[in-house]
């Protein structure tokens, strides 16, 4: 486990006062790279929207009530005033011991699920889709709460009970399947996705074996293999049951159970395409790798976000002036797709800072992660930097044709209210657990 370790293994000790300052100066980039990204985005936002931003200035009224309605239509304003309630929270929050929470980790996860199966009585319905609980003017999207209670809860769990035989996985496994069972249904694939993720990371740090991780995640490149290359089980169910074979106790009920779950993955995966998923996602996940099959269907996000992107050149049209962008070629450009306009009108260029950005946030977590002062603190910050970061590489790769279409926002960047505020509360408890390892060091 990781009580009072670093990233390179070495026990947390004692180090000199005027340390102190150099460990403030790192903290800007957890507070820089979200804010800037956040700026960027406003604009962004505001360059595709510009229309409707145009009406909403000619018919504003001087009133609270007017007001409001004009944040509500203006999206980038939206995007503004939601991030500075966020910052608020994770201001609030960085001053909070994380381990004062543990008492209600519980009550907040049994809550996020209720509200997932809400989602499905009352839910409001919107692109195939019912994720989110209308409260009177705001769309509330309980899937993104969950991924942080699942991440909380998760940590404490780990944290108490380390998987260290495979009965142990039940608890983690539990946690996640339920959440994740409830998105998937909504159907919303691509925040499926995020809790496997985080199940598979934060397995891993607590110190799960290696080889314990390959078997868990078998299944799903099992299910690959039968949909695209049924040749390839021939290999790859024996190098599971060679791996079981050697890290698990209990060896022949090991490789029985290992052979009968790569089976029935092989099984059903055929069942589970054709009846599993909604034929617009059936499309997205087939679609990437050639979209011209379909280009004014399935396809047509990816060919559009493609063009949009390399007409940018080296240094972009600039912003507010990106062409494509002004006419509304992609649709929901301003949510899964904004990383398209960014690439038009800031270029190569912009579109690398942004990734850079996200790689220096990346390494700022590892860091907290590898300093904080519990296993605790270290596993929620590493679940944060997996919510983050996965999503981060996911969406990129969608929208530069390298994957397929999933429906995951990029953090900090594209528009929806309920992502933004989860994404900052998470900043502020990786801000508590950053402000408390660092307070350890100058003791």
Not at 364 to 372: E, H, I, W
Request: proline letters at 5%; a positive charge.
């Amino acid at each position: 486990m990781l009580s009072g370790v670093g990233l390179s293994g070495q026990p947390l000790h004692r180090r000199p006062i005027k340390r102190q300052g150099r460990g403030r100066e790192r903290d800007w980039i957890l507070w820089g790279v979200p804010l800037a990204m956040v700026a960027i985005s406003s604009f962004l936002i505001l360059s595709i929207e510009r229309q409707v931003a145009l009406k909403g200035l000619s018919t504003f009224s001087f009133s609270l009530l007017g007001l409001l309605q004009f944040i509500n239509t203006q999206l980038w304003l939206s995007q503004l005033v939601t991030a500075l309630f966020g910052i608020v929270i994770a201001l609030l929050l960085a001053k909070f011991r994380l381990d004062r929470l543990k008492p209600l980790l519980l009550p907040i996860y049994i809550s996020t699920v209720f509200s997932l199966i809400a989602v499905q009585v009352i839910g409001t319905s919107a692109l195939g889709a019912q994720r989110w609980i209308s409260i009177g003017p705001f769309n509330i999207q309980p899937s993104e709460f969950a991924k942080l209670s699942a991440i909380l809860l998760l940590a404490a769990v780990l944290d108490r009970h380390p998987v260290e035989r495979p009965v142990d996985l039940l608890r983690p496994l539990g946690i996640i399947s339920i959440p994740w069972l409830l998105v998937f249904i909504q159907p919303d694939l691509g925040t499926s996705l995020v809790f496997g993720a985080l199940l598979l990371a934060m397995l891993y740090w607590s110190g799960m074996p290696f080889e314990w991780l390959v078997l868990l995640l078998s299944p799903l490149i099992t299910a690959l293999l039968a949909g695209l290359f049924p040749w390839g089980l021939a290999a790859w169910i024996p190098l599971t049951l060679g791996i079981a074979y050697r890290s698990l106790p209990w060896k022949k009920v090991a490789l029985a159970l290992v052979l009968s779950v790569q089976s029935a993955a092989a099984l059903v995966t055929p069942w589970l395409w054709n009846n599993g998923l909604q034929d617009y996602q059936r499309d997205r996940l087939v679609l990437f790798l050639d979209p011209t099959k379909d280009p004014l269907g399935g396809g047509y996000h990816l060919l559009q976000s493609t063009v949009g992107i390399g007409s940018g050149g080296l240094f972009g049209t600039g912003l507010l002036r990106g062409q494509l962008t002004k006419l509304r070629f992609i649709p929901e450009q301003h949510t899964d797709f904004i990383f398209s306009a960014l690439g038009e009108e800031m270029g190569f260029v912009g579109t690398i800072l942004v990734v850079v950005g996200f790689a220096l946030l990346m390494g700022r977590l590892l860091q907290v992660a590898g300093k904080a002062r519990t296993d605790f603190e270290s596993l929620v910050v590493i679940g944060v930097a997996t919510m983050l970061m996965f999503q981060v590489v996911v969406n990129i790769f969608m929208t530069i044709g390298l994957g397929p279409v999933t429906g995951i926002p990029l953090p900090f960047m594209s528009y929806g209210r309920s992502a933004m505020v989860v994404n900052f509360i998470a900043l502020g408890v990786c801000l508590s657990v950053a402000r408390r390892s660092r307070r350890a060091l100058i003791r």
